[in-house]
Antibody, heavy 118, light 111 residues
Framework: QITLKESGPTLVKPTQTLTLTCTFS??????????VGWIRQPPGKALEWLAL???????RYSPSLKSRLTITKDTSKNQVVLTMTNMDPVDTATYYC??????????WGQGTLVTVSS | QSVLTQPPSVSGAPGQRVTISCTGS?????????VHWYQHLPGTAPKLLIY???NRPSGVPDRFSGSKSGTSASLAITGLQAEDEADYYC???????????FGGGTKLTVL
């Protein structure tokens, strides 16, 4: 059974850097074809794809947020970390960690609500 | 504005059939990239409903079906049930953006 869980701060101040950790089980990020990504949903709005890292360390980012995002993995710890710099109130959202296979998201974490406010 | 266009809302009575459209362009659906669908119930994580245009993961009832043609895709739900009331999102890959994109979501109301 694949499970993912997001962890990180629930409140960040504007201009600060957000660091979110995804801890997963049920698969290995060293297996060919496997990816772990991040998707967010602002309150009342649609899902937005943010970033994805593959088993071979190939990294993909949303073009609109690429300059602010960094995704890394620690295969030995079964973790993926997303950092987003220069946070703004518009970045307030529920952030989901996802397991990716063949371009779709087979499993999702429960999500973590991050509020950006001073 | 989302790259993939969905109707904001659809509704139907229990037992009826509803469809949700997802319209893209030549850089995503029309380029041959697969379309996937997710069901999002309030307060829960989204759930994969259809992958690869028309495939159902294990455990998804066959009341849910997907199709794709040209630059559009559709999700059909037959035998509508109260528990189907949720938000539905389509997703694909866009070559112009070099990334994955979602539709704006469709709220299904079971009357």
């Amino acid at each position: 059974q694949i499970t993912l869980k997001e962890s990180g701060p629930t409140l960040v101040k504007p201009t600060q850097t957000l660091t979110l950790t995804c801890t997963f089980s049920g698969f290995s990020l060293s297996n060919s074809g496997v990816g772990v990504g991040w998707i967010r949903q602002p309150p009342g709005k649609a899902l937005e794809w943010l970033a994805l890292i593959y088993w071979n360390d190939d990294k993909r980012y949303s073009p609109s947020l690429k300059s602010r995002l960094t995704i890394t993995k620690d295969t030995s710890k079964n973790q993926v970390v997303l950092t987003m710099t220069n946070m703004d109130p518009v970045d307030t959202a529920t952030y989901y960690c996802v397991y990716s296979s063949s371009g779709y998201y087979y499993a999702w974490g429960q999500g973590t609500l991050v509020t950006v406010s001073s | 504005q989302s790259v993939l266009t969905q109707p904001p809302s659809v509704s139907g009575a229990p037992g009826q059939r509803v469809t949700i459209s997802c319209t893209g362009s030549s850089s995503n659906i029309g380029a041959g990239y697969d379309v996937h669908w997710y069901q999002h119930l309030p307060g829960t994580a989204p759930k994969l409903l259809i992958y690869g245009n028309s495939n159902r993961p294990s455990g998804v009832p066959d009341r849910f079906s997907g199709s794709k043609s040209g630059t559009s895709a559709s999700l059909a739900i037959t035998g509508l049930q109260a528990e189907d009331e949720a938000d539905y999102y389509c997703q694909s890959y866009d070559s112009s953006l070099s990334g994955w994109v979602f539709g704006g979501g469709t709220k299904l109301t079971v009357l």
